[in-house]
Nanobody
Framework: QVQLVESGGGLVQAGGSLRLSCQAS????????MGWYRQAPGKQRELVAR???????YYADSAKGRSTISRDNAKNTVYLQMNSLKPEDTAVYYC???????????????WGQGTQVTVSS
């Protein structure tokens, strides 16, 4: 069984910073990409950033210049440092990992439970 557990969300004023963390644990054979999505009320879930196992990164336009994604492969953990936060960044942030579980042949996406980020104006 595989679990992804997020932490680091909360309430912050506009212009502030937050660092989200997400650790994958359980019967993991290998992890490919890891990343973060977000979903605001009434909107579709959207990609924020992702990072490949070798470190290549991709950012959505909304995150470029304000966010940094990183990972610690030894800890199966992905981080999202968010700076200069805006009220429109308010959403539930979900981490995901494209990973292969032990005893399986194919990788698939696993998701965390989500962590709320609220940015006040």
């Amino acid at each position: 069984q595989v679990q992804l557990v997020e932490s680091g969300g909360g309430l912050v004023q506009a212009g502030g910073s937050l660092r989200l963390s997400c650790q994958a644990s359980g019967s993991i054979a290998s992890i490919n990409a890891m990343g973060w999505y977000r979903q605001a009320p009434g909107k579709q879930r959207e990609l924020v950033a992702r990072i490949a196992s070798v470190g290549y990164t991709y950012y959505a336009d909304s995150a470029k210049g304000r966010s940094t994604i990183s990972r610690d492969n030894a800890k199966n953990t992905v981080y999202l440092q968010m700076n200069s936060l805006k009220p429109e960044d308010t959403a539930v942030y979900y981490c995901y990992a494209d990973l292969r579980a032990l005893g399986t042949w194919r990788a698939q996406d696993y998701w965390g439970q989500g962590t709320q980020v609220t940015v006040s104006s």
